[in-house]
Each structure stands twice: as C-alpha cells, then as structure tokens.
C-alpha cells in the first residue's frame, strides 16, 4: 500500500513524497507524454491525469510534445502545463507532420484564447526528436517510460536520427540504453484498423517494428467502453480549462450532445504511471504488427516484446477513477 506524505507552507502544499507502507519512498516514473492533442479532446483528461498524478509525487514530467503539427496544439499543451504550475517543461513539434487537424468546433483555439492568450500564434517550439534526445541523454539508462496518445510520428523521426551535441548514440541506440518502455494508446485488439496508427502508417509500420524495448498498448476496445467528463464538465469551469474544454466539447464536439466522452488516452496515461495490472488484464508478451495500410494484428506467436491491455472490472469502476483524477486542480508552488 501507498501513503503520502506532503510538506504544507500555511495553507499551500509546496511538496509530496510517495512512501509505501514499510517506509521505502517509492521511486517516481520519468514520463515523455506525446500526443496529437485536438483531432479529438480526451487528450485533455490524459494530460489532467498526467499531471494529477505528478502532483502526487507518482511520476515526474520530462516533456509533453505534440505529433500534430497543425500550429495551435503545442499552444494548447503549454496552456495546460501553465494551468498546472509547470511551465518549465518542454514542448516539442513534428520536424515532417503528417497529420496538421484540430476539430472542426476549433476548442483548442478557443481554450488558447481564455486561459493563455499571449501564447496565441506562438510557434517557436523545438523539434520534438531534438527534445526527445536532449531529455533522454539526460536520465538515467532504462529509466524513462514514454506514453503517446497519438501518432508515432516523433518516434519515427527519434529513432532515425543519429549521434549530435546531446549524445553520440543513434536515435535507436539512445532508446534502447534509456527507455524503460513504451505505453501507447494504438491499435485494436486482436486486429483492426484505428486512428492513432492508420493516420501515419509509414511512421507505425516502422517505429513498432524497430522499437528496442518493451511495449504496452491500450487498444482502442479498452478506452472506448470507458466513459468520463461529466463530473468534469460540472466543475467551476471560469479558471479551470480542463473543465471548460469537457463542459465546451460534450455539447459542440458531435452533432448531438454527449453526457460523456471515450476514455482512450486517460487508460494509456494511467497504465504508464500506475501498475497496469491493478486496473487490467495484461496479456502478451506477443508482437503487433501493422500492414502498410494502417491495418493492425496480434501475432501471439511471436514474443517482440508486446503487451495489450484487457478489460477486468465493470467500465464504471475504471471511469470513476479516472475521473476523480482528472477533477484535480493544481496545487500551489513556491520558487526555490
């Protein structure tokens, strides 16, 4: 079991530290969250989570970078990192996006706009394969768990780069010496055709056949039978963007309004910082492979290192936890 323990300054918690229950201080999950960030919004609960869960002293956050290249999703990851007291953290971008879309109902415009205006048209962001290799030359070797909820494109373009002022190592020796895993919201199991690998299947078929460490994928059965934003949504939303950006897409997203909305990243986010195995089933190991087309299958004969989740609760069990996560609001930080 696992306990908190938080220095507080009057009324503000400055720090938190994640003990276990014989006393040991559980160790912190380095973190790379990556994701596309506006072809839909349930990329906002994941990087709710993601940093709900840094404010627990359970995972530090190295990077949040964008594989959508349309230039208004790294504004909005930067408006979220602000939201949460961390504008220090990097933000990279695509070097060759393929995918360049926000929605139609233009949500991260308009979240730009009210929470963070002066970061409107703001392009000056690094190459996402630059900070990729800055941050892991940086970390300890097999200590670093990368997430996407969202296309491969960086990791292609990571894993073909060589040696520079950051490390001698190519793109793929780097992660292999670095990276502990990779858990990505893709794929459907055991075959399918979903969005995050079919919208770049060149940057699919390469990155998960090249891939040098284990990987946990989230298929796209698991989060679609997960449904949270509602209690989100009912939030004071007129400082919050993570409420305003459920309370705006659950009524403009669709042609009919929802109550809810599909959990697909929030569970890649939670299994990447959490033990897996207390929320799913993990099966595997097995390896995905991905036709050129976009297409995906599980070849169960083959261990590549591949592990997929599998639903083991009630979907409401799973949603109310990943709510209470997502309805965190920051916590107040002092410079040092």
Not at 20 to 28: A, L, M, Q
Not at 79 to 93: K, M
Not at 175 to 203: L, Q, R, S, T
Request: hydrophobic share 40%; charged share 20%.
């Amino acid at each position: 079991m696992l306990f908190f323990s938080c220095l507080m300054v009057g009324t503000a918690v400055v720090s938190c530290t994640l003990h276990s229950t014989n006393g040991s201080i559980s160790e912190k999950k380095k973190i790379i969250f990556d994701t596309d960030m506006g072809p839909d919004y349930d990329d906002v609960g994941a990087i709710a989570i993601l940093h709900a869960l840094a404010d627990s002293a359970e995972c530090e956050i190295l990077a949040t970078l964008s594989c959508n290249g349309h230039p208004n999703v790294a504004p909005t990851i930067e408006t979220f990192n602000r939201y949460f007291n961390r504008s220090d953290i990097p933000i990279g971008i695509p070097e060759n996006p393929i995918v360049n879309t926000i929605p139609s109902n233009h949500w991260n415009d308009s979240v730009i706009a009210k929470f963070q205006p002066d970061l409107k048209g703001k392009l000056d962001y690094p190459v996402a394969a630059k900070v990729y290799r800055e941050v892991l030359s940086s970390q300890p070797d097999n200590s670093v768990t990368i997430v996407t909820v969202g296309f491969a494109t960086n990791l292609y373009e990571l894993l073909r780069t060589e040696g520079d002022e950051y490390s001698p190592l190519s793109g793929k020796e780097l992660v292999d010496k670095k990276v502990k895993k990779w858990v990505a919201m893709a794929g459907a199991f055991p075959e399918g055709k979903e969005f995050n690998v079919m919208m770049d299947p060149k940057a699919s078929v390469y990155t998960f056949s090249h891939w040098p460490t284990p990987i946990l994928f989230s298929g796209f059965e698991i989060g679609n039978s997960i449904l949270t934003g509602k209690r989100v949504a009912e939030m004071d939303s007129s400082h919050n963007p993570v409420a305003w950006a459920y309370k705006y897409n659950l009524t403009t997203y669709a042609e009919t309004p929802a109550e809810n909305r599909m959990s697909w990243d929030l569970t890649a986010v939670l299994c990447a910082i959490r033990d897996p195995e207390r929320y799913f089933y993990v099966c595997g190991p097995g390896k995905f492979i991905v036709d050129d087309d976009g297409y995906n299958h599980w070849d169960a004969d083959t261990d590549a290192g591949h592990y997929f989740l599998v639903h083991k609760y009630p979907y409401g069990k799973i949603a109310d936890i990943l709510e209470e996560l997502m309805m965190h609001e920051p916590i107040k930080r002092f410079p040092r």
